[in-house]
């Protein structure tokens, strides 16, 4: 096991930790170039994970107001990255769970191609072949899929799959262990394909 400190020396090699380190100095220049560099992604992760684009700026707004709130006691235990999308997670899961509560609504999902709707068609672990749809009507579809998912596994497949964490990084943003990650994914993967069934038929099977 690698010792805390070494752990904390070798993830200061990330720009985004030594730029926040400069904000918990009281460099606000910093903090601003943080917020250029992930505002966009943190408004599209907020964005699937609420289907609002109105809530997403709120959460969005929200999760960098925690950041430079927290920049005086910010100890660079983890890639920058990672830390930023677990303040997301935990956004996200209040809203989820005080929406819980509300009158349910129909979900108004976007059909323009646009970084709201980023769904890689490459990756054959999560979506089956595509020749019988087009790109477009898939992608719409996932995203409704993936946005009716338990809010654990919603938040697991677009941590890892859209985002691009690793296993151990969307564990330590989701404060659980690699292998209940894997078990998150493994039951996404499966209710995907179940109810993308009746669009692809028997294409679903082949993967």
Known sequence: MVP????????????????????????????SQLVEKYEDRV??????YLGDRGLAEDMAQ?????????????EPRAKFSTWLYRIVVNLALNELRWQRGR????????????????????????????????KEELAVRIREIVMELPENQRI????????????EETAEAMEMSVAAVKSLLTRARVKIKE?????????VHAM
């Not at 108004?108 to 191609?113: F, L, Q």
Request: charged share 30%; glycine share 6%; hydrophobic share 40%.
């Open 43 to 48: 408004l599209g992760l907020a964005y699937r």
């Open 62 to 74: 929200e999760a960098f107001l925690r950041v430079y709130r927290a920049r005086g006691r910010y």
């Open 4 to 31: 805390r400190e070494v752990k904390e020396v070798v993830r200061t090699d990330d720009p985004d930790v030594a730029l926040m380190l400069l904000c918990k100095g009281g460099d606000d220049v910093a903090f």
């Open 156 to 167: 697991a497949i677009l941590l890892n799959k859209f985002e691009d964490l690793s296993y």
């Open 103 to 134: 009158p349910s609504v129909a979900l108004a999902v976007k059909t323009e191609t646009s970084s709201n709707v980023n769904i890689d068609h490459t990756d054959s672990g999560l979506l089956p072949p595509m020749e019988t749809l087009e």
């Open 195 to 203: 109810r993308l069934l009746p669009y692809l038929g028997e294409d």
